[in-house]
């Protein structure tokens, strides 16, 4: 018999992104990031209002997003309204240092999260943020290439020591990186030209490296500055699950699962890459340097809770060694079916049915799955930063938005949770994704996550807020601690 156990202090809450969210990109004096750069599609040598007037095709893209930089009040007022505990959020690193290593902040930056930080604390909201999603400054990528060079790990840590130092005592939980292991994925994240692969993969392995060590350093500091906050990196987790009961599926499921995420959780938790980990690296002439300060930092640096986001599950089959490399490549983004030969082979679930909405397979026993595997590495309390249900809304005729598949979505995947609260695992929060409608990393407007709806589309809009039926709905799980989740 299902019973309802969310205890009292949980943070039900939902999310954003700077980049997704704010707009403004140029205001104030913030400089530009990758994540600029990609929404934009722009050619980043050149001037930005330039480029972007040579830029014939409009999408939904980051100089206005949601307008969340002039919507702030309104935006949090309809958080209280909801009865959110805990929002999260990132800092755009360029709004606070326009190029990533200016000598002073930029106090206008710094204002614009403070009156956030500040309102929210006022509305009881707990402040949890992100320090780096997805949003590397372009002018540290343009100096030095970003993430493939050290001195990356200078510039982010002091930039996370000025936002621990500043925020002392106003935020209490602090994220680190969203997604590290999706970022690396993807070449444009972090500022990856290089088209020789062999070349290619060892520059993206020595960015993640660079990116762990930071991550540690990071948490260091947090823990000397402000030893009340807590603080945590943020994984990307989609198990998989072996196509069929044969020892080699089986195996290769486990091979995805641990190269994928799993060994970043010893990386972050234990501070030591596992070997299987590193056998892959050298198998394929991709490791990076590790030197014994690395190793040192990583050992020290370990988070007080583990965070993760998931969507969906994935299945995984046995692939051969003398697979077409060209298969390989042309695969290799996108991590539904992406495939390392000789390891796995990645693939949607064929047992799951195709929501026709959206072409997802959902999985929210996959979910529950996720809880007791991660806890079982980390033994850590957990957060979900990110969880939802993107796809399409319909605004009718009277401000209203009916968007039960999105409720049905949260309300299954909240469920699962509840019964891995049930099994003993300490689940701290949930954070929905996202609180308002923002742009899709993919998609622009085209795919909406939010309990409000931001009216506009690829082509603009007068970005006002709606409230969808799931707002409703998400207020009254709140209020009642999950109770009306049996209704
Ligand atoms: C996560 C990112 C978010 C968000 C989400 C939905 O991986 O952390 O920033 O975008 O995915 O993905 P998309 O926007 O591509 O639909």
Same mark, same amino acid.
């Given at each position: 018999?299902?019973?309802?156990?969310?205890?009292?202090?949980?943070?039900?809450?939902?999310?954003?992104?700077?980049?997704?969210?704010?707009?403004?990109?140029?205001?104030?004096?913030?400089?530009? /990031?990758? !994540?600029?750069? %990609?929404?934009?599609?722009?050619?980043? *040598? =050149? #001037? +930005?209002?330039?480029?972007?007037?040579?830029?014939?095709?409009?999408?939904?893209?980051?100089?206005?997003?949601?307008?969340?930089?002039?919507?702030?009040?309104?935006?949090?007022?309809?958080?209280?309204?909801?009865?959110?505990?805990?929002?999260?959020? /990132?800092? !755009?690193?360029? %709004?606070?240092?326009?190029?990533?290593? *200016? =000598? #002073? +902040?930029?106090?206008?930056?710094?204002?614009?999260?403070?009156?956030?930080?500040?309102?929210?604390?006022?509305?009881?909201?707990?402040?949890?943020?992100?320090?780096?999603?997805?949003?590397?400054?372009?002018?540290?990528?343009?100096?030095?290439?970003?993430?493939?060079?050290?001195?990356?790990?200078?510039?982010?840590?002091?930039?996370?020591?000025?936002?621990?130092?500043?925020?002392?005592?106003?935020?209490?939980?602090?994220?680190?990186?969203?997604?590290?292991?999706?970022?690396?994925?993807?070449?444009?994240?972090?500022?990856?030209?290089?088209?020789?692969?062999?070349?290619?993969?060892?520059?993206?392995?020595?960015?993640?490296?660079?990116?762990?060590?930071?991550?540690?350093?990071?948490?260091?500091?947090?823990?000397?500055?402000?030893?009340?906050?807590?603080?945590?990196?943020?994984?990307?987790?989609?198990?998989?699950?072996?196509?069929?009961?044969?020892?080699?599926?089986?195996?290769?499921?486990?091979?995805?699962?641990?190269?994928?995420?799993?060994?970043?959780?010893?990386?972050?938790?234990?501070?030591?890459?596992?070997?299987?980990?590193?056998?892959?690296?050298?198998?394929?002439?991709?490791?990076?340097?590790?030197?014994?300060?690395?190793?040192?930092?990583?050992?020290?640096?370990?988070?007080?809770?583990?965070?993760?986001?998931?969507?969906?599950?994935?299945?995984?089959?046995?692939?051969?060694?003398?697979?077409?490399?060209?298969?390989?490549?042309?695969?290799?983004?996108?991590?539904?079916?992406?495939?390392?030969?000789?390891?796995?082979?990645?693939?949607?679930?064929?047992?799951?049915?195709?929501?026709?909405?959206?072409?997802?397979?959902?999985?929210?026993?996959?979910?529950?799955?996720?809880?007791?595997?991660?806890?079982?590495?980390?033994?850590?309390?957990?957060?979900?930063?990110?969880?939802?249900?993107?796809?399409?809304?319909?605004?009718?005729?009277?401000?209203?938005?009916?968007?039960?598949?999105?409720?049905?979505?949260?309300?299954?995947?909240?469920?699962?949770?509840?019964?891995?609260?049930?099994?003993?695992?300490?689940?701290?929060?949930?954070?929905?994704?996202?609180?308002?409608?923002?742009?899709?990393?993919?998609?622009?407007?085209?795919?909406?996550?939010?309990?409000?709806?931001?009216?506009?589309?690829?082509?603009?809009?007068?970005?006002?807020?709606?409230?969808?039926?799931?707002?409703?709905?998400?207020?009254?799980?709140?209020?009642?601690?999950?109770?009306?989740?049996?209704?």
């Amino acid at each position: 018999m299902n019973k309802i156990v969310f205890p009292k202090d949980f943070l039900w809450g939902a999310a954003t992104s700077a980049f997704q969210a704010e707009g403004a990109y140029n205001e104030d004096g913030k400089g530009l /990031s990758l !994540a600029d750069i %990609r929404s934009m599609n722009i050619n980043p *040598d =050149e #001037e +930005p209002t330039k480029a972007l007037a040579n830029k014939g095709d409009k999408i939904a893209d980051s100089t206005v997003a949601s307008d969340h930089y002039h919507h702030w009040e309104e935006d949090l007022a309809l958080m209280k309204e909801c009865g959110l505990k805990s929002y999260r959020f /990132s800092i !755009a690193w360029t %709004r606070i240092f326009p190029n990533g290593d *200016d =000598e #002073e +902040p930029n106090q206008k930056g710094v204002q614009f999260y403070e009156n956030i930080i500040d309102r929210l604390n006022e509305y009881g909201i707990e402040p949890i943020i992100t320090l780096y999603h997805f949003d590397f400054p372009a002018g540290l990528q343009k100096k030095y290439g970003g993430f493939s060079n050290r001195q990356a790990i200078v510039d982010f840590v002091r930039y996370a020591s000025f936002l621990f130092k500043h925020f002392k005592g106003k935020v209490r939980y602090w994220l680190v990186n969203n997604e590290q292991n999706a970022m690396i994925r993807r070449d444009g994240y972090l500022g990856i030209t290089e088209t020789n692969p062999l070349k290619r993969e060892q520059l993206r392995h020595r960015c993640n490296h660079y990116m762990y060590v930071a991550c540690a350093k990071a948490i260091t500091a947090c823990h000397e500055i402000d030893p009340e906050a807590k603080i945590a990196p943020v994984m990307a987790y989609a198990p998989h699950f072996p196509l069929t009961s044969k020892p080699e599926d089986v195996l290769a499921a486990r091979n995805a699962n641990d190269l994928f995420f799993h060994y970043m959780i010893d990386v972050h938790c234990r501070g030591e890459y596992p070997g299987y980990y590193i056998k892959w690296l050298k198998d394929n002439d991709w490791c990076p340097e590790i030197t014994e300060e690395d190793s040192a930092a990583l050992k020290k640096g370990k988070p007080d809770f583990f965070a993760f986001n998931y969507y969906r599950s994935n299945a995984a089959e046995y692939c051969p060694e003398d697979v077409d490399p060209e298969l390989v490549e042309r695969l290799r983004v996108d991590a539904r079916s992406r495939i390392l030969p000789g390891l796995c082979r990645c693939l949607q679930n064929p047992l799951i049915s195709e929501d026709e909405r959206n072409k997802w397979r959902s999985d929210p026993i996959g979910f529950h799955i996720a809880f007791r595997n991660v806890y079982e590495l980390c033994h850590l309390p957990l957060m979900i930063c990110e969880n939802g249900y993107g796809a399409p809304d319909t605004l009718e005729k009277e401000g209203l938005i009916h968007d039960s598949y999105r409720i049905e979505y949260l309300k299954n995947h909240i469920l699962q949770m509840n019964e891995a609260i049930q099994e003993g695992i300490p689940v701290i929060g949930y954070h929905a994704w996202t609180f308002l409608d923002v742009i899709s990393t993919s998609e622009g407007f085209r795919k909406r996550y939010g309990f409000v709806y931001v009216n506009r589309d690829d082509n603009g809009g007068d970005l006002k807020r709606y409230k969808k039926d799931s707002f409703y709905w998400y207020q009254k799980v709140i209020k009642t601690h999950g109770k009306s989740l049996m209704d």
